[in-house]
């Protein structure tokens, strides 16, 4: 079993940034990719973004492309999402996932295996 825990989210103004961090403990397999995604009051959870286990290949959806950037650190099996130029429409709660024994990003939520709990982003025009 794998545990997905999400830090750093918060309120901040339009324009502003935010740093999500999403940490994996417990049985984490050794390839897997991870990913972000949202969702905001009455509507349906979205793709944010996702990175392969290298990080060298990364998704992005349309809507954050140019503004959020997505890592990851193995050593410490953790992912982060830097937000930039935040956007009332960015407000959402945030989730990380996991994707065990795939090394490629995906943008389909129904791959992902575990889900943190989530945390709560909200931007202010």
């Known amino acids: 079993q794998v545990q997905l825990v999400e830090t750093g989210g918060g309120l901040v103004q339009a324009g502003g940034s935010l740093r999500l961090s999403c940490a994996a403990s417990?049985?984490?397999?050794?390839?897997?990719?991870m990913g972000w995604f949202r969702q905001a009051p009455g509507k349906e959870r979205e793709f944010v973004a996702a990175?392969?286990?290298?990080?060298?290949?990364?998704l992005y959806a349309d809507s954050v492309k140019g503004r959020f950037t997505i890592s990851r650190d193995n050593a410490k099996k953790s992912e982060y999402l830097q937000m930039n130029s935040l956007q009332p429409e960015d407000t959402a709660v945030y989730y990380c996932?996991?994707?065990?024994?795939?090394?490629?990003?995906?943008?389909?939520?129904?791959?992902?295996?575990?889900w943190g709990q989530g945390t709560q982003v909200t931007v202010s025009s």
């Open positions: 996932a996991l994707d065990i024994a795939s090394a490629r990003p995906t943008r389909s939520s129904s791959l992902y295996d575990y």
């Open positions: 417990g049985r984490t397999p050794s390839i897997y990719t």
């Open positions: 990175i392969s286990m290298s990080g060298w290949g990364t």
